[in-house]
């Protein structure tokens, strides 16, 4: 109950939750809302480092009931949990890109496919990997297709707004009404 009042429902573990205090709940109508801000302006320091903020927020829960210290402990302990399995998951995927990447270059690099078959190869290569790591490589793709191309394109519609509106482009600084 103790918990409920503080920090929301119990579904504030979840792990979109995790480590960030602004999202608990504002359904604490019953708790001192003295107690409330002085936990929450812990969090709100942006002067104060992460190991700074958890040392004031155990002092803090030193002087609250044993239901507070052990919710803040349980706290505690599942968001480590979450950091470990978020690093985890990030050298995951570190490990597995170069090796995606490799792939994907054999195969955008092999002149003797068609198109379809390229883009099937592709298909095929996202599917096979890790979600996450498929998820990253097509981001990556995005990104440097993004670059290469699209934002190309957006550079040539805006040359060609600024034409319209009566300029005259001289590469990257638009000259306008010289003529």
Do not use: C
Request: hydrophobic share 35%; no cysteine.
């Amino acid at each position: 109950m103790v918990h409920e009042i503080l920090y929301g429902p119990r579904d504030f573990f979840a792990p979109n939750h995790m480590g960030n205090p602004k999202k608990l709940s504002k359904d604490t109508a019953g708790a001192d809302e003295m107690i409330r801000q002085e936990f929450f302006s812990k969090f709100q320091n942006d002067k104060l480092s992460k190991s700074e903020i958890w040392e004031q927020v155990e002092q803090w829960a030193e002087r609250q009931s044993e239901y507070v210290r052990t919710d803040i402990l349980e706290f505690h302990q599942r968001l480590s949990q979450h950091v470990d399995k978020s690093k985890a998951r990030v050298e995951r995927i570190i490990k597995s890109l170069p090796d995606a990447l490799r792939r994907l270059s054999e195969i955008v690099q092999d002149i003797d496919i068609t198109r379809l078959q390229e883009k099937n190869r592709i298909s095929n290569l996202y599917t096979s990997l890790d979600d996450d790591v498929s998820k990253t490589l097509q981001w990556i793709v995005h990104l440097v297709s993004y670059e290469k191309n699209e934002g190309r394109q957006l550079e040539r519609r805006t040359k060609l707004r600024k034409l319209k509106k009566g300029g005259i482009w001289t590469g990257s600084v638009q000259a306008t009404n010289i003529i």
